[in-house]
């Protein structure tokens, strides 16, 4: 199993900046791919970006040029750092992880932080 906590979420102004940060903890070893995902209420959780264990990344295209996604491997966390904020950036973000196990995905979620972008 693996637990992701998230911290970071808020409100700002737009135009502003936050980051978000997401650690990993139990089974940690065999995590692959990372990333956030974000979602408002009545709309389906979509991508924001993700980054695999080599760090290869891909992003929303909503989010290109304005948030940048990282990971560090040795603390088992990762990262979004988010500028130039517009309020349609406005959602719950989501941390998530994978891994494979004997030939199958599990993927893991961690509980959200809200992000507020004031207009």
């Known amino acids: 199993q693996v637990q992701l906590v998230e911290s970071g979420g808020g409100l700002v102004q737009a135009g502003g900046s936050l980051r978000l940060s997401c650690a990993a903890s139990g089974s940690t070893f065999s995590i692959n791919g990372m990333g956030w995902y974000r979602q408002v209420p009545g709309k389906q959780r979509e991508l924001v970006a993700t980054?695999?264990?080599?760090?290869?990344?891909n992003y929303a295209d909503s989010v290109k040029g304005r948030f940048t996604i990282s990971r560090d491997n040795a603390k088992n966390s990762v990262y979004l750092q988010m500028n130039s904020l517009k309020p349609e950036d406005t959602a719950v973000y989501y941390c998530?992880?994978?891994?494979?196990?004997?030939?199958?995905?599990?993927?893991?979620w961690g509980q959200g932080t809200q992000v507020t972008v004031s207009s």
């Open positions: 998530n992880a994978d891994r494979y196990m004997f030939g199958n995905k599990y993927n893991y």
């Open positions: 980054i695999g264990s080599r760090g290869s990344t």
